[in-house]
T-cell receptor, first 115, second 112 residues
Framework: QKEVEQNSGPLSVPEGAIASLNCTYS??????FFWYRQYSGKSPELIMF????GDKEDGRFTAQLNKASQYVSLLIRDSQPSDSATYLC???????????????FGTGTRLKVLA | DADVTQTPRNRITKTGKRIMLECSQT?????MYWYRQDPGLGLRLIYY???????NKGEISDGYSVSRQAQAKFSLSLESAIPNQTALYFC???????????FGPGTRLTVL
């Protein structure tokens, strides 16, 4: 089982629709969760982070965290063609031996918003 | 603006050559990271450093070495480049493992 899993996509949604991106993770002790957006050939940029169970909203973006089920999702409302990109989920996880934390990225979901 | 910069941005080299990629940051972060990205494989950690005296291997360190010259500078070297090291390389920084990472613009490396 991968430590952080995402569906690679592409996920295609029409302009104006809600895009729903999902991510599951393996370590129940994980404490912080991040969503990055990456345009082709560019560096990842942070969209949102979430630490607590529930929803966190920022403009058109909502992050949802369910620690019991070990998943985190990102909803994009009123999707625009400019939202077309790869979305990376990242989770901080413990190294079992040392107890220190590492930062693990999923492989990303490619989103295509159709005009 | 506090920033993360990488040089060079693009590099084409030949098999067997030694290559150094450089990263500098003005964010004042102690933690710095080197990743490579290949299509379909996501970001893979090569090396990371929690401070100048603390350097650790990531999941794919073979064939690479690093140097943390100062808090603000972290260099990645390929001692003898091979074609399967052709990839997009990113440097990143963070305040801690609980916080987000900030990425440089990337270096596209091609090994012929």
């Amino acid at each position: 089982q991968k430590e952080v899993e995402q569906n690679s996509g592409p996920l295609s949604v029409p302009e104006g629709a809600i895009a729903s991106l999902n991510c599951t993770y393996s370590d129940r002790g994980s404490q912080s969760f991040f969503w990055y957006r990456q345009y082709s050939g560019k560096s990842p940029e942070l969209i949102m982070f979430i630490y607590s169970n529930g929803d966190k909203e920022d403009g058109r973006f909502t992050a949802q965290l369910n620690k019991a089920s070990q998943y985190v999702s990102l909803l994009i409302r009123d999707s625009q063609p400019s939202d077309s990109a790869t979305y990376l989920c990242a989770v901080n996880m413990r190294y079992p031996a040392s107890g220190t934390y590492k930062y693990i990225f999923g492989t990303g979901t490619r989103l295509k918003v159709l005009a | 603006d506090a920033d993360v910069t990488q040089t060079p941005r693009n590099r084409i080299t030949k098999t067997g050559k030694r290559i150094m990629l450089e990263c500098s940051q003005t964010k004042g972060h102690d933690r710095m990271y080197w990743y490579r990205q290949d299509p379909g494989l996501g970001l893979r950690l090569i090396y990371y450093s929690f401070d100048v005296k603390d350097i650790n291997k990531g999941e794919i360190s073979d064939g690479y070495s690093v140097s943390r010259q100062a808090q603000a500078k972290f260099s990645l070297s390929l001692e003898s480049a091979i074609p399967n090291q052709t990839a997009l390389y990113f440097c990143a920084t963070s305040m801690s493992s609980y916080n987000e990472q900030f990425f440089g613009p990337g270096t596209r490396l091609t090994v012929l």
